[in-house]
């Protein structure tokens, strides 16, 4: 092939647009990135070659080599990998093929600041050599391809780029970085050296470089060309846990997460016994922004005996746990497994369990001994978390402790079990309220009796917080009860007289019941006196077993068909309001009212507000 000029993907003008003006503070990041893509290189071709031994061609040791040159002002980082065939590199190169990336590109504002740090998230791969470079050339050839068929690939980084064919016998990739004026710096062994320690470390493979001496005569060092092994060369994991620092723990989180800040935790085990394998799992300090895609895979990569096999190995980790990073080493899974096979392996199976009692061991230390640390864990994952509830039930009651809600007692972090040791004398179940809102749900005229008595009760706004309800029922013995469902039994929590009094007020009161029923029949499906409400006239319940009115709402906001269940109108015959309702000669406008009120109390929507404004109007008027 000639050399041909093509033009970069109008994405990747942008991205690099951004590299070049965005990364100016952590510039050195440029070479971990590299180092990475070449070790991602070898791994394809250990991978590719497990089936086609003779892809290795003569040199079957991987390994990665840092020189530069002082001279022309070059930096290379070659690899003895799968390397790249002239379509590859047209297409890898110049086009953004990741979704991540694509995604990420969508949600740039513009403000280099936020784009700055969205771009930790992501890492931009190869694209990051410009940020010290203003010319990379690329010269490659894809393993099993002729000498002949290898290809240089070349651009400055602006507009286009050049792809030529050229004869390379060496397998594997070179990207030879022109640095600019600015950035001669890194052409200094000790630099690059420090670099590679504290980002690459952990990578598998060795990093080469040229050994130094000092040169009396010249005054100055000169590079031998013998080569040493400047980093550790053994995966991470592998490790024993302690040889492995701290720091090297995150560097190795950050690199495999894009995340710039430290994890929160993370648990380094051995597993031995029927499978065995090594975990290596972090729980990041904030959620990435695509959290709520249930379709994304998990963070786990899969490696069978050291050797990478996939990304993403979403059968690792129950969906719930999708915000965990990190690495799983099997010895006992083929080298040649597949997604498909991952679903039925009884080995994988062992795995995700063994991995999830883990993370939540994880979780369970920081939420003892860590308190902080969970609560801000608990602010990014927590809704995540609470999925769990209904998709493993194996683990119900470990999560069920761990989960945190707000309460009328606390504006956060109350624990079940803080709940129960609070719980007063006879009370015998667990109260809550769901709301969209935590002001809403505070300010709920269902809570008033409950306040009065000093009752905690949950109050619970994320959406997940209706569907988790529905696979939980009890903790520690201890029933859950919708303060909004079903009549209020206080049980014991309400002595005899109490009991009395509001049988006679709901046999007073039955004449304006039975009018009300009537008067209000296509909203509510009854109407009755309750001893719930104490400053409020009115409110709604549900019967036992209906879906909440703010569950209907959520399917609907979800466009999902919900079952018409008509609310009940519950009144508290003690209210102003309600006494007026027997006197009035505005019956109708104040029924419609007092039920519209209670709706919109719930955070619900009118019908017709229109009808409830001219009401409202004509009482005031009149
Ligand atoms: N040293 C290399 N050898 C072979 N192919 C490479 C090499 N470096 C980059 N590539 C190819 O170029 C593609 C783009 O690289 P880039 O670093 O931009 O993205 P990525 O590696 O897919 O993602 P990321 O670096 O964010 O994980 C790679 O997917 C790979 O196909």
Redesign the pocket.
Known sequence: MDKQTLSFQAEVKQLLHLVAHSLYSNKEIFLR??V???S??CDKLRFEALNDNALYEDRPNLEIRVTFDKAARTITIS?N????SAD?AIA??GTI??SG?REFMDKLSGDQQKDAQLIGQ??????SGFIVADRITVE?RRAGLKPEEGVRWSSDGTGEFEVETITRPQR??D?ILHLRDSDTDFLNTWRLKSIINRYSDHISLPILMRKEQWDKDKGEYVLLDEWETVNQAAALWVRPKNEITEAQYHEFYKQISYDNEPPLAYTHNRVEGRTEYTQLLFIPSKAPYDLWNREKRGGVKLYVKRVFIMDDAEALMPVYLRFVKGVIDSSDLPLNVSRELLQESRDVKAIREGSTKRVLGMLEDLAENHKDKYAAFWKEFGAVLKEGIGEDHANRERLARLLRFASTHADEGVSFADYVSRMKEGQEAIYYITAETLAAARNSPQLEIFRKKGIEVLLLTDRVDEWMLSHLYEFDGKPLQSVAKGAVDLGKLQDEEEKKKAEEAAAAIKPLLERLKETLKDKAKDVRVTTRLVDSPACLVGEEGDISGHLARLLKQAGQKTPEVKPILEINPEHALVKRLERTDRFEDLAHILFDQALLAEGGQLDDPAAYVRRVNALLAG
């Open positions: 990135e590299l990475s893509n070449a991602d290189a690899d990998g799968i390397g790249l590859e890898n190169l093929a990741k990336t992501f890492g931009v791969g190869f694209y490659s594997g990739t990207v």
